[in-house]
């Protein structure tokens, strides 16, 4: 007898909230990878001189730049906080039978995430 | 030391994947790519977005000499380096993923082609770069 | 006192006359205590003989009730109508999967992939423990490793979640590799290697891109999303040693 096979659709990942926020997880790295084209950028314009890179300074200022910015970062906190989420699912941590909970693996990540970004704004900043 | 450990009984090895993956080169790279952006990027972007344009911490913690000369560094250099490449795998892999999950499974093999061939590219324009920052 | 009544919209789909699935909808009496299985059940019984659908224990552990309920996968015994009263529950057979009829789908991938991991204690040859020699002895940490995803009844609401598994079935599936992973971790075993050619190739772990949706459906918290993770650390760690050390090195 013939069996019938159903079309998945390829809106699927709007059919559930959990479905839609792992696009948008995996949307992050898009703009992410344009950041760090950006950064790129930032690297060509120091080696082209001062008058290069006070330019880019400036342009930096413009509100077109800080809305970009805005956008960029909160999709980049997105996937650290996502990331963060995910790790303790990829290395499993035993002590005997006890399982070291997931939470203490995120919440290591997270200080780490947190105490790294300090110390690079304070030495880019101050040092 | 050679030869295959012997199982008793299954000496067919499942004859139908047989070929190798070489996925785990490509995953490498986004898992290094996924942690470096997590901790490193949302800072750069505070920095690139908000101390610095802002004049924060005054005009001369991002005076060219200082930011030039710092950055020009061998070990800043591929700090750099890596905090820029990797993420560009993270993207290459997930974004072949996306396409794929979209519709587009069945012509995989080429979006992988263009996908990582831009995250290869990528690196080299930013080696190239690197490199000429001196 | 009029009777509570509720609609369910189950999908029909006889092969012998049908050309493509259609919904029929049925008018049931809500109970608090009743299931959707308890509502199919009452269809059968009392308003149309000719509804198919694969049901046994009704209490979560035979995994033969799996059916999307308003598009969730769920176990049937254990989606209580109280919680959709009084919006109509809409059922159909799990995704991914063909139909075969009515509520019923073809299971055979399912179970070819479940064969294909080798769901059994591999012994190297020389190594077997003779009858004489007494079990194989296991600490409580050893069972530890490997129990959660022992406890997966086969139910395939996971393949349902999974997009990567809807849109291309030639993924083994999460399952499917939890079971794996309940031998590999299980010190008893010696097959990892063996697995691993299954599990470490394209249509195994790599397929998977986490959406972790596996893991969320599952009735008996398996978390298979887990287990494939760690296959593919583990896949990476081999892939690496045997492009470093070709010539042997292996592990376990």
Redesign the interface.
């Known amino acids: 007898?013939?069996?019938?096979?159903?079309r998945?659709p390829?809106t699927?990942?709007l059919?559930?909230s959990?479905?839609f926020f792992?696009?948008v997880r995996?949307?992050t790295?898009?703009f992410?990878?344009g950041?760090?084209?950006?950064?790129?950028y930032?690297?060509?314009k120091?080696?082209q001189?001062?008058d290069a890179?006070?330019a880019l300074?400036e342009a930096?200022?413009s509100p077109l730049?800080?809305a970009?910015?805005?956008i960029?970062?909160i999709f980049?906190?997105y996937?650290?906080i996502t990331?963060?989420k995910?790790t303790p699912?990829?290395?499993?941590l035993?002590i005997?039978?006890?399982?070291i909970p997931s939470f203490l693996i995120s919440g290591a990540?997270f200080f780490?995430?947190v105490v790294?970004?300090a110390i690079?704004?304070w030495i880019?900043?101050?040092v | 030391m050679g030869g295959r450990v012997r199982y008793p009984g299954l000496d067919n090895l499942g004859g139908i994947r047989m070929s190798k993956s070489n996925e785990p080169i490509w995953w490498s790279l986004f898992a290094a790519g996924g942690v470096v952006s997590a901790i490193f990027i949302p800072i750069f972007i505070v920095i690139t977005g908000l101390i610095l344009p802002s004049s924060l911490t005054g005009e001369e913690a991002f005076a060219f000499e200082r930011i030039h000369e710092a950055a020009a560094h061998p070990i800043v250099r591929l700090l750099v380096f890596c905090l820029i490449v990797f993420p560009l795998f993270t993207f290459a892999h997930r974004f072949r993923s996306i396409l794929a999950d979209v519709g587009l499974m069945k012509i995989r093999p080429v979006i992988s082609v263009f996908c990582y061939g831009f995250a290869i590219f990528g690196t080299i324009i930013t080696a190239v770069v690197l490199w000429n920052l001196s | 006192m009029t009777e509570r009544t509720m609609e369910l919209e189950v999908l029909r789909y006889r092969p012998e006359q049908d050309q493509k699935p259609s919904f029929q909808t049925y008018v049931i009496p809500f109970k608090q205590e009743w299931v959707v299985l308890d509502a199919i059940n009452y269809i059968k019984d009392n308003i149309d003989g000719s509804l198919s659908y694969r049901w046994s224990c009704r209490m979560g552990v035979c995994g033969s009730c799996g059916m999307m309920v308003n598009g969730i996968p769920k176990l049937t015994c254990a989606a209580f109508l109280k919680d959709y009263y009084p919006a109509k529950v809409r059922v159909e057979p799990l995704n991914g999967f063909p139909i075969q009829r009515d509520l019923v789908i073809v299971m055979d991938d399912f179970i070819t992939k479940l064969e294909e991991i080798k769901p059994w204690i591999i012994r190297k040859e020389g190594e077997e423990k003779s009858l004489e020699e007494g079990e194989y002895l296991q600490t409580p940490a050893e069972l530890a490793a490997y129990k959660q995803y022992s406890m997966c009844i086969n139910c395939m609401l996971c393949y349902a979640a999974c997009p990567v598994y809807c849109i291309d079935n030639s993924f083994i599936g999460p399952a499917a590799i939890a079971l794996a992973q309940r031998y590999n971790m299980d010190s008893r075993d010696q097959g990892r290697e063996i697995r691993q050619e299954v599990i470490a190739s394209n249509e195994g772990v790599w397929e998977c891109t986490f959406v972790g949706e596996c893991s969320r459906v599952c009735p008996k918290n398996v978390d298979p999303a887990a287990a494939i993770q760690r296959g593919k650390v583990s896949g990476t760690i081999d892939y690496f040693k045997s492009v470093i050390i070709p010539w042997g090195g292996r592990r376990k």
Do not use: D, T
């Open positions: 007898m013939k069996s019938y096979v159903r998945y390829n699927w990942w059919n559930k959990s479905y792992f696009m995996e949307f790295s898009i992410v990878a950041y760090c084209v950006f950064l790129v930032f690297i060509y120091l080696s001189g001062p890179y006070y300074i930096l200022k730049s800080i970009l910015h805005v960029v970062f980049a906190v996937h650290s990331w963060f995910l699912k990829i290395m499993i035993r005997g039978e006890e399982q990540n780490a995430w790294v970004s690079l704004a880019i900043s101050v």
